[in-house]
């Protein structure tokens, strides 16, 4: 381990970071930091959620009873799925199966029913393909509770739901449909007034356990704990850290202004809910972007109710160590700490299958297949990338080489050219993040670096 060192005076402060620099056995796991006193408690009455399992049915079995008869409708012969049916209060779906490295081959699509009306929404398309995922022989994969999944919907606070999946053959349903399927319905819980609006003053961490006082304490010297956010720090303060830490020196120190990041503790995330050690690995070589796939219907008041719904969705129903991505972006460009561990150190994420180590993950809410990005999340990628990979001397504008864990491009152990800013689909064959941001990535890297001074 390295110690990052850094100070504080007046206004800015700085911050000594444990970057790790493990030997070249892989990512290692480190104990949680227990640190007393706890961050103090707030009210949390409202805010723990949870998860409705429902089995779907396979090829041949008889569906369950709708439980809603005034808009029941069956799967279509040629077709799986559930009928309408009320539920209890939801705001996101997904759909998993028991096998993760299995593929869901066909269209998956809902229809949701605004809480407390008759109102139903139009049939929306599930994005079939969520490939973010733990590394294979990761020890996140340990254990086997590791599900396949769809990439959750944000479809808003809902009572009732129908499912209908249509195989890519009618013929061959039991062939291109994995075993268990199952629709989860998460409850993100209620957000406590404080904790309302991405610019709000929220009240502090939720709960005061161990498990909360730990994610606090890993950015405790960029924040005071139980922060609810990290103020941005300008470029000359982030250059001061970086020399002062002697890590570059300064004739190559560059680095961009560190943005506002606000902490696991201001969007309410249930800090039990996920496994308790860190997992780091070496540094930070690249970043992967990504989009979410969950939408782009919400508002960027419902973000932080979203992070926390996408969260037990990744613990709960895919069976993760903690949510996969390393940071999330609002709309609005607000920036959001991801997994727990640090913002500033290298913790290892679930976001791109094959390329999780040496890399962080950057996720964008929303889906840009057929959509523009919003500019000021744009700008939020490069504003943060520019900080994140200055702080490991990373230029964002040239090519790094990963290892390959092993995925559906490039096979275990290739040492595969990559831009150090990449899209997620770079490292693995998929559409994400989207044609339209995807296309955003040149000027993005060229960006970043004129944000790091270069």
Same mark, same amino acid.
């Given at each position: 381990?390295?110690?990052?060192?850094?100070?504080?005076?007046?206004?800015?402060?700085?911050?000594?970071?444990?970057?790790?620099?493990?030997?070249?056995?892989?990512?290692?796991?480190?104990a949680a930091p227990a640190p007393a006193p706890a961050p103090r408690a707030t009210s949390t009455t409202e805010l723990p959620g949870s998860t409705q399992s429902l089995p779907v049915p396979t090829p041949g079995a008889a569906a369950p009873d709708a439980t809603d008869r005034d808009s029941a409708t069956v799967p279509a012969p040629g077709?799986? #799925? =559930?009928?309408?049916?009320?539920?209890? *209060?939801?705001?996101?779906? +997904?759909?998993?199966?028991?096998? %993760? $490295? @299995?593929?869901?081959?066909?269209?998956?699509?809902?229809?949701?029913?605004?809480?407390?009306?008759?109102?139903?929404?139009?049939?929306?398309?599930?994005?079939?393909?969520?490939?973010?995922?733990?590394?294979?022989?990761?020890?996140?994969?340990?254990?086997?509770?590791?599900?396949?999944?769809?990439?959750?919907?944000?479809?808003?606070?809902?009572?009732?739901?129908?499912?209908?999946?249509?195989?890519?053959?009618?013929?061959?349903?039991?062939?291109?449909?994995?075993?268990?399927?199952?629709?989860?319905?998460?409850?993100?819980?209620?957000?406590?007034? #404080? =904790?309302?609006?991405?610019?709000?003053? *929220?009240?502090?961490?939720? +709960?005061?356990?161990?498990?909360? %006082? $730990? @994610?606090?304490?890993?950015?405790?010297?960029?924040?005071?704990?139980?922060?609810?956010?990290?103020?941005?720090?300008?470029?000359?303060?982030?250059?001061?850290?970086?020399?002062?830490?002697?890590?570059?020196?300064?004739?190559?120190?560059?680095?961009?202004?560190?943005?506002?990041?606000?902490?696991?503790?201001?969007?309410?995330?249930?800090?039990?809910?996920?496994?308790?050690?860190?997992?780091?690995?070496?540094?930070?070589?690249?970043?992967?972007?990504?989009?979410?796939?969950?939408?782009?219907?919400?508002?960027?008041?419902?973000?932080?109710?979203?992070?926390?719904?996408?969260?037990?969705?990744?613990?709960?129903?895919?069976?993760?160590?903690?949510?996969?991505?390393?940071?999330?972006?609002?709309?609005?460009?607000?920036?959001?700490?991801?997994?727990?561990?640090?913002?500033?150190?290298?913790?290892?994420?679930?976001?791109?299958?094959?390329?999780?180590?040496?890399?962080?993950?950057?996720?964008?809410?929303?889906?840009?297949?057929?959509?523009?990005?919003?500019?000021?999340?744009?700008?939020?990628?490069?504003?943060?990338?520019?900080?994140?990979?200055?702080?490991?001397?990373?230029?964002?504008?040239?090519?790094?080489?990963?290892?390959?864990?092993?995925?559906?491009?490039?096979?275990?152990?290739?040492?595969?050219?990559?831009?150090?800013?990449?899209?997620?689909?770079?490292?693995?064959?998929?559409?994400?993040?989207?044609?339209?941001?995807?296309?955003?990535?040149?000027?993005?890297?060229?960006?970043?670096?004129?944000?790091?001074?270069?």
């Amino acid at each position: 381990m390295r110690p990052f060192l850094v100070t504080c005076l007046g206004a800015v402060c700085t911050a000594a970071l444990a970057l790790s620099l493990a030997p070249a056995a892989g990512a290692h796991a480190v104990a949680a930091p227990a640190p007393a006193p706890a961050p103090r408690a707030t009210s949390t009455t409202e805010l723990p959620g949870s998860t409705q399992s429902l089995p779907v049915p396979t090829p041949g079995a008889a569906a369950p009873d709708a439980t809603d008869r005034d808009s029941a409708t069956v799967p279509a012969p040629g077709t799986l #799925g =559930l009928p309408a049916r009320t539920v209890r *209060p939801f705001s996101l779906l +997904g759909v998993v199966w028991d096998d %993760a $490295a @299995a593929e869901l081959h066909g269209r998956v699509q809902v229809r949701t029913r605004a809480t407390g009306t008759t109102r139903w929404s139009g049939w929306q398309d599930v994005q079939v393909h969520n490939d973010d995922a733990p590394d294979l022989g990761s020890a996140e994969r340990h254990g086997g509770d590791v599900r396949g999944s769809t990439s959750p919907l944000w479809v808003g606070d809902s009572d009732a739901v129908q499912l209908r999946i249509t195989p890519e053959s009618s013929d061959r349903a039991a062939a291109t449909v994995p075993a268990g399927l199952r629709l989860e319905l998460v409850d993100p819980g209620r957000t406590p007034r #404080g =904790l309302r609006g991405a610019h709000a003053d *929220p009240p502090g961490p939720v +709960g005061a356990g161990a498990a909360t %006082a $730990a @994610a606090s304490s890993a950015n405790a010297l960029l924040a005071p704990l139980g922060a609810t956010e990290i103020p941005a720090l300008d470029q000359v303060a982030s250059l001061t850290d970086i020399a002062a830490a002697g890590l570059l020196s300064p004739p190559r120190a560059y680095v961009g202004a560190r943005p506002r990041i606000v902490t696991r503790a201001g969007w309410g995330a249930d800090e039990d809910l996920r496994e308790k050690d860190f997992i780091y690995t070496h540094t930070v070589r690249a970043a992967f972007v990504h989009h979410s796939g969950s939408g782009n219907d919400y508002s960027c008041d419902e973000a932080p109710a979203m992070i926390r719904a996408m969260y037990r969705f990744h613990v709960k129903s895919n069976g993760w160590r903690d949510i996969g991505y390393n940071f999330l972006i609002d709309k609005c460009g607000t920036v959001y700490e991801g997994r727990a561990g640090g913002v500033a150190k290298p913790v290892m994420g679930a976001h791109t299958l094959g390329f999780n180590a040496d890399s962080t993950g950057i996720a964008v809410l929303g889906t840009f297949t057929d959509t523009e990005p919003p500019r000021r999340a744009v700008d939020a990628i490069a504003r943060l990338a520019a900080w994140k990979l200055g702080l490991y001397g990373v230029d964002p504008r040239k090519m790094t080489k990963l290892l390959s864990a092993g995925g559906n491009r490039f096979p275990k152990g290739a040492k595969v050219p990559l831009h150090v800013i990449s899209g997620h689909r770079d490292g693995f064959t998929t559409d994400c993040p989207g044609l339209y941001l995807y296309n955003k990535l040149g000027a993005t890297r060229v960006a970043a670096a004129g944000l790091q001074g270069r």
